[in-house]
């Protein structure tokens, strides 16, 4: 199973870009990278998935390495709303339950 | 579009009682399933369905029963609650393919004493 590291907390100025890093070494070739975050003890949120190619919708971008290895979030311009714990996550190209939700990333949003 | 929903949001049990946690979805999507996450932990598989009539076991399946009888349904049953089984649990749902995320809902936060 691949399994994903990440910091264990980041922070970023308000109104800035915020990259939050994740190493993937052990990813399959048709497994796929998904980002979520979960506010407080809500429900965790999507935000964005890939493949290969680099992906953007409305909330960020997905930039992952050509070797597959890692990969990086950006929020383009964080708000204080974005403060949240991001989870990395591959999903197992056999299990298709296999979901790892890992310790994730603390990102706290500063003014 | 709900998407999710989740009830009731908080629930109090006392050891030895049981209850049913609700999850019902609007998206059509085939597969249904239910997680618990505990303080500072990831979430933990517990039970999940392929679509209607077809349930399997997760990685933390014991004390849970569950059914899925509808699409829509996927309501998951504490037998007989102990302590242990306090937690937040998140339902989630999803369509059959590797490049469908799953969408969750809010959560029920279940305290047994």
């Known amino acids: 199973d691949a399994k994903t590291t990440q910091p264990t907390s980041m922070d970023c100025a308000e109104g800035r870009a915020a990259n939050l890093p994740c190493n993937h070494s052990?990813?399959?070739?048709?497994?796929?990278v998904y980002w979520y975050r979960q506010i407080h003890s809500q429900g965790p949120q999507y935000i964005i998935h890939?493949?290969?190619n680099n992906e953007t919708n409305e909330m960020a971008s997905l930039i992952i390495t050509e070797d597959r290895k890692s990969s990086t979030l950006i929020l383009p311009h964080a708000t204080l709303r974005d403060t949240a714990v991001y989870y990395c996550?591959?999903?197992?190209?056999?299990?298709?339950?296999?979901?790892?939700f890992g310790s994730g990333t603390k990102l706290n949003v500063k003014p | 579009n709900a998407g999710v929903t989740q009830t009731p949001k908080f629930q109090v049990l006392k050891t030895g009682q049981s209850m049913t946690l609700q999850c019902a979805q609007d998206?059509?999507?085939?597969?249904m399933s239910w997680y618990r996450q505990d303080p500072g932990m990831g979430l933990r598989l517990i039970h999940y369905?392929?679509?209607?009539?077809?349930?399997d076991q997760g990685e933390v399946p014991n004390g849970y029963n569950v059914s899925r009888s509808t699409t829509e349904d996927f309501p998951l049953r504490l037998l007989s609650a102990a302590p242990s089984q306090t937690s937040v649990y998140f339902c989630?749902?999803?369509?059959?393919?590797?490049?469908?995320?799953?969408?969750f809902g809010n959560g029920t936060r279940l305290t047994v004493t």
């Open positions: 890939g493949l290969k």
């Open positions: 998206m059509n999507h085939e597969y």
């Open positions: 369905s392929v679509g209607a009539g077809i349930t």
């Open positions: 996550i591959v999903r197992d190209s056999y299990n298709f339950n296999k979901f790892y």
């Open positions: 052990t990813i399959s070739g048709n497994e796929y």
């Open positions: 989630a749902t999803c369509l059959r393919s590797y490049n469908s995320p799953l969408h």
